[in-house]
């Protein structure tokens, strides 16, 4: 992305979404021009609007909080919003997440940020009914944000950076938070050893959301059985990836009381997946990726009714709260050897 938009002294929405667009610079859909005044709102209180937040592939970019500024008025957000996009990608910057990994494939796996701590409250990101879809001001233009970084300064565009063969919706926007209030268990921030009240944004490469139906389960077996079935499609590429790769089962708030009414912990979840979510390797050989990659060695390969594990490990199970009334819960699959990353939000930039 060139300096340009940096001293764009034009403010007619019409003529800068079509002119950006025409220039490869927006998502499609229309943008808010980043005028010098708005780019300085934004950057309002920030003490070094130079400063390095990460080198983004595939084009290796220089994010700074500056051009993360821009993109953010673009992308419609309100200043208070920066620190959570700044955030986000400071996340997405760190080696573990293996950023190139999801900006470069042909997969159509995107970033997924789920806001946890007080924050959300505050800046009103929404992990409630509806949460993956439209409606919710922050959800949308903190997602929004992180995406059009992604393109404009790591170069992920659609048929040039980004080879993914379709996409999918996430890569408009793709940011929820947690329902801490109807979570029975500690919320995911305190899995990873922050405290209650920190604030902190986790990244995770996923594909779109899978649907999980089960509204007559009343046991904890019988619900998570359900999910359990529905990680293990062949066509995904967990059971083809790396041992460090994850899964993601985002459930609902009445799943989770009454798998957690059955006295199940979270440790109590990951073990049952891990024991049910397998597939035969007679199975594996008939799907999509058989004999593509070199075969995983953590699995027992010795004989074709060995029974193995759509992740290589129970902790590799990413178990997160979020959504409205109603019985569906949520599967989110990833790909290659990304991993999961959470980060503090700073309070100040």
Not at 72 to 86: D, F, I, Q, S, T
Not at 214 to 241: K, Q, R, Y
Not at 296 to 320: G, M
Request: contains cysteine.
């Amino acid at each position: 992305m060139s300096t340009a938009p940096l001293t764009l002294d034009v403010d007619d929405v019409d003529e800068v979404s079509w002119e950006y667009a025409r220039r490869g610079w927006s998502d499609g859909l229309p943008i808010v021009p980043p005028t010098p005044e708005r780019v300085a709102r934004m950057l309002a209180g920030v003490t070094d609007p130079e400063r390095l937040i990460a080198v983004l592939p595939p084009r290796n970019g220089r994010a700074t909080i500056e051009m993360i500024a821009v993109n953010a008025v673009m992308a419609g957000c309100r200043p208070e919003y920066l620190r959570v996009v700044v955030a986000a990608l400071t996340a997405l910057g760190q080696p573990a997440f293996n950023l190139r990994s999801i900006q470069a494939t042909t997969h159509p796996a995107s970033p997924l940020l789920i806001v946890n701590g007080p924050i959300r409250q505050e800046l009103g990101v929404h992990g409630g009914s509806g949460c993956f879809g439209a409606g919710f001001l922050a959800n949308a233009t903190i997602g929004r944000a992180v995406r059009l970084v992604l393109r404009n300064v790591g170069g992920g565009i659609p048929g040039s950076g980004d080879r993914a063969t379709h996409g999918h919706p996430g890569k408009y926007s793709y940011c929820i938070a947690e329902n801490e209030e109807e979570n029975p268990w500690q919320p995911l921030h305190v899995d990873r050893g922050f405290d209650a009240g920190a604030n902190t944004v986790t990244v995770i490469g996923c594909e779109a959301p899978h649907n999980i139906n089960n509204h007559v389960g009343d046991t904890a077996e019988h619900i998570l059985g359900t999910c359990a079935d529905g990680m293990i499609d062949l066509g995904t590429n967990n059971p083809f990836a790396t041992k460090t790769t994850q899964m993601t089962l985002v459930l609902c708030p009445e799943h989770a009381a009454t798998v957690a009414g059955d006295g199940w912990s979270k440790d109590d979840v990951r073990k049952y997946l891990y024991e049910r979510a397998r597939r035969t390797l007679r199975e594996l050989k008939t799907g999509g990726l058989w004999n593509m990659h070199s075969w995983p060695n953590w699995y027992d390969v010795e004989h074709d009714d060995a029974r193995l594990p759509v992740v290589s490990d129970p902790s590799n199970f990413v178990i997160v709260v979020a959504g409205g009334e109603g019985k569906h819960s949520t599967v989110l699959p990833t790909t290659g050897s990304t991993r999961s990353v959470t980060v503090e939000i700073p309070a100040l930039l």
